[in-house]
């Protein structure tokens, strides 16, 4: 069967390719009107430029083909935020802070979830070249705003800081292998596997990862909580006055903290954050802060940003009204006709001219008609064909 798409592949059909392609256009506008460039990179690079700095989950997600022309392996990307501190890094070379946006089919060897795509359509928007945590609540806000922009506000967006985890790591002396095994199970909140897992350990690193699952909730509780029940180590007080810092300057957005929260560990190396919408249980955005991802590409800078899947956010956000279209005749040599159909389509209007024979209209709705009426040609709405 010629027309099977591959396992978690779809076409987008013309109703939800329409309201793809208006939240793409809605959201880049929201970034561009806040100075965030847009950029495209491609889809094909060499597989190290893909990986660098990116981590091992991100290479077992990616596709690796042979490119004929040079014998290198290359990757389908699964990510755009590497392509994007490639560019600001090695490209751009800007002094300075850089803001860039982009939006871009990814392809991933699996799919995330049981109902995700493994074609999701990233968008999103990264800063660089500020290392204070206000680019962190800039981005933050930024991200806010857009779901605001599509008429999706968030329900709540959950903070958390990869310095803490690495550092009750660093000071217990955790081998690689051993801290890998305590990362997947907090990732897990598998509390009778950490116990297990950290029973060799000196009390105060022991009890400081076990609490770790509990610390999330509200904000100032959590903070509090972890502050009593975590080791004093400067590492962790920085990381926990960078979270008070952007709570008490954003009351308005809806923040809580979840401290176990690791996603993108190996990628992130301060604030992250996770995106939640009413009545959708997974993450609908996830971001966070990555310095130095552009080392590899020649120069290491400050960097945050986040990004999302437009298809999901699209599954959520309210229905588009689909602009009416008008139905009119094939203008053929008429000039007069051609000339009021092009006059009516630099209006904005959808005018559908209909071929000889055809007998209905299989493309947008069309709802009203363009008619001759003593020598003009007026639109008339359609009761019913």
Not at 17 to 38: C, N, P, T, V
Request: with cysteine; proline share 6%.
């Amino acid at each position: 069967m010629n027309w099977l798409l591959p396992e978690y592949i779809a076409d987008a059909l013309p109703a939800e390719a329409a309201r793809i392609e208006s939240l793409r256009r809605r959201m880049l506008d929201h970034f561009r009107a806040r100075g965030f460039q847009y950029v495209m990179p491609p889809l094909l690079e060499y597989l190290e430029s893909l990986l660098t700095g990116a981590g091992q989950d991100l290479k077992l997600r990616t596709f690796h083909l042979v490119d004929q022309l040079s014998g290198r392996t290359m990757g389908v990307r699964a990510d755009i935020t590497p392509q994007a501190a490639r560019i600001d890094a090695h490209l751009l070379n800007h002094q300075g802070v850089t803001r860039l946006c982009y939006c871009g089919s990814v392809l991933h060897t699996l799919p995330a979830t049981v109902s995700a795509s493994r074609e999701p359509l990233q968008i999103g928007a990264e800063l660089y070249g500020h290392a204070g945590i206000e680019a962190d609540l800039d981005i933050i806000r930024l991200l806010a705003s857009a779901f605001a922009a599509i008429d999706l506000p968030l329900a709540r967006i959950d903070l958390g800081h990869v310095g803490i985890f690495r550092a009750l790591a660093e000071a217990a002396g955790l081998p690689p292998a051993a801290e890998e095994d305590l990362l997947n199970l907090l990732q897990a909140k598998d509390a009778p596997g950490l116990a297990e897992a950290c029973a060799t350990l000196a009390a105060p690193w022991r009890a400081a990862l076990l609490a770790l699952p509990q610390l999330y909730g509200g904000v100032e509780e959590v903070i509090a909580r972890a502050e009593a029940e975590l080791p004093a180590l400067p590492a962790i007080a920085a990381a926990l006055d960078g979270l008070r810092h952007i709570v008490a300057a954003a009351p308005e957005l809806p923040l809580s903290v979840d401290l176990s929260d690791l996603r993108g560990y190996h990628y992130h190396n301060g604030i992250v954050f996770a995106a939640y919408c009413s009545g959708y249980p997974a993450a609908i955005a996830l971001g966070g802060r990555y310095d130095g991802a552009g080392q590899a590409f020649g120069r290491a800078r400050p960097a945050t940003g986040f990004s999302l899947d437009l298809r999901e956010v699209v599954r959520l956000a309210p229905p588009i009204q689909a602009a009416g279209a008008i139905l009119a005749p094939a203008a053929g040599a008429d000039r007069e006709l051609a000339a009021r159909i092009a006059d009516l389509r630099g209006q904005g209007e959808i005018i559908v001219e209909r071929l000889p024979g055809e007998t209905a209209c299989a493309g947008p709705c069309c709802d009203r008609r363009l008619v001759r009426v003593d020598d003009r040609w007026i639109i008339q709405a359609i009761q019913g064909d």
